[in-house]
């Protein structure tokens, strides 16, 4: 009884988990029967499988054909396995040796006529063959870019099946994968553009030497678009990690580019305010695919008149602010997402949105309805608030030439360096991503400094999260005044970036 197998990776997120595909050629009535938990495009396969082979010179058996996708209790979904199901009964048949295909992952979709086409998820597929202790893999010619950023691994490229068997026949090469490609860095809009508004341009530094989450409340342009556009200019590029964590997320959501596959620049997403949920945090039938949120991940979220995008999705974002992932549970499993991002808001502080608050014809009641979109629970995780002023005349002119980009980001480098140095043992990055029992057991300011913070507590001004982001603010503070600590002071200006009224 004439058996075989070939490999294949399936995707749960952006964690890819090796399915080893096993054909069995028996006696019986000609047929072809797939198992292992396939969804409708995996059972669709053995057809276009079956075509591409004899499309592309080669004998599909005559005798009854069994498939098994292992582990069976896995859910397999996309046609991302038609390349491994052809080697494997092709190997199975006798056609064409296995031994090629131990210790080789299999990806692609058959044309029927026997072209292989590209599937999503290449990048993290082969990151998952790496780990699983493959040591080559066969992708088509059109994801060779994804594979080029994997090391570790012998990536090889095809066009078409009749490519594969002569490569299993041992009779040509397939095609090597091109160099590394790095994302170019795109021209981010200078700070200089932005004129007046000091307090929301010390607020933005500040998240931005932090990582922390802003929220920008005042009247219809006076710059909160533009301030929130310029924030990733003043960020870091991202590290390979990261960058191969961004890539990932946006090979499965079928958006990498070829020209840039990998991404140094911090993403940038502000989705409009009628997105619905399943966009936003991530959905779709079958295992959920990544949202808006994940898209953002180790980049910038935008929520730009956030008052309109309704309670269900801001509501949606709670969990996600602080655990920096998003769970996704469906009836074929529970699917993880990254979603570790800055979250920044920019709101008009009532319905009418005048240039001048006097201006304002909103009831007190009607006032209270709009701003109560944004709930008491997601704004305690928002660290910065600032209020924008009016553009007035002298405000245009006061201060001199505004502080462009490159001015900006430098002390923001450098305050991220010592935050980094800071907490380089236990694993952080950015003062936002330190919880807050480190903050106070193994960095306990002194009595004296957090007395404020203390009183605030005391009269209900701020909860306890607060209280926490308030000490990573401070924190951040330090690091911009290059002091080794927090002192009372920048406790001080802290717990004014957390006050309510600039909500």
């Known amino acids: ?142 994801s060779l870019f994804e594979g080029a950023l994997v090391d570790g691994i012998e990536v090889a490229g095809a066009e078409r099946l009749t490519e594969v068997v002569a490569w299993l026949r041992g009779d040509r090469a397939l095609t090597a994968p091109g160099p590394v490609v790095e994302e170019a860095a795109p021209e981010v809009p200078d700070l200089a553009d932005v004129i007046g508004q000091p307090e929301a341009r010390w607020a933005l530094e500040v998240a931005a030497a932090g990582g922390h989450h802003l929220l920008m409340t005042g009247p219809p342009g006076v710059g909160k678009t533009m301030l929130a556009k310029r924030l990733p200019g003043l960020l870091p590029p991202l590290s390979d990690e990261e960058a191969l964590q961004v890539s990932a997320v946006h090979s499965v959501d079928g958006s990498l580019e070829p020209s840039t596959p990998l991404r140094r620049v911090p993403p940038f997403v502000a989705p409009h305010h009628s997105i619905s949920v399943a966009a936003l945090v991530g959905g779709g039938a079958g295992l959920a695919l990544p949202g808006a949120i994940s898209k953002a991940h180790r980049g910038v979220l935008f929520l730009d008149e956030a008052a309109e995008f309704g309670g269900e999705r801001l509501e949606s974002l709670r969990t996600v602010l602080e655990e920096g992932e998003v769970r996704i549970a469906r009836a074929r499993g529970v699917v993880s997402y990254p979603a570790r991002f800055q979250f920044v808001l920019a709101t008009n502080p009532c319905p009418c949105a005048p240039p001048r608050e006097v201006d304002c014809c909103c009831t007190p009641n009607a006032r209270r309805r709009y701003l109560s979109r944004l709930s008491g629970p997601l704004l305690d995780r928002v660290d910065l608030r600032v209020r924008m002023r009016p553009m007035t005349a002298m405000s245009v002119h006061e201060g001199g030439v505004p502080e462009p980009t490159s001015t900006v980001r430098e002390r923001v480098l450098l305050a991220r360096e010592r935050a980094a140095k800071r907490w380089a043992g236990r694993g952080w990055q950015t003062n936002a991503e330190v919880p807050g029992p480190a903050l106070r057991r193994d960095y306990a300011l002194p009595a004296e400094v957090t007395r404020l913070l203390d009183r605030g507590l005391d009269r209900g001004a701020i909860t306890a999260r607060g209280a926490d982001r308030c000490l990573r603010i401070a924190w951040t503070l330090a690091d911009l005044a290059e002091a080794d600590r927090p002192d009372a002071d920048h406790v001080a200006a802290a717990l004014e970036f957390r006050d309510r009224r600039a909500a």
């Open 1 to 142: 009884m004439p058996l075989a197998r070939a490999w294949s990776v399936a995707l749960i997120g952006i964690e890819g988990r090796l399915v080893e595909i096993e054909a069995d050629i028996g006696a019986g009535m000609p047929g072809t029967k797939l198992v292992g938990l396939p969804d409708a495009g995996v059972r669709e396969a053995k057809d276009r499988v079956r075509a591409a082979v004899r499309n592309s010179g080669e004998k599909w058996p005559d005798t009854h054909v069994t498939l098994g996708l292992s582990p069976a209790n896995l859910p397999k979904v996309g046609s991302g396995y038609d390349l491994s199901i052809a080697a494997a009964v092709l190997a199975a048949s006798g056609s064409v040796p296995a031994a090629k295909l131990l210790g080789t992952v299999l990806l692609g979709e058959l044309a029927l006529d026997g072209r292989v086409r590209p599937v999503r998820g290449v990048l993290p597929a082969l990151l998952a063959a790496r780990r699983g202790g493959y040591r080559r893999a066969v992708v088509p010619v059109e």
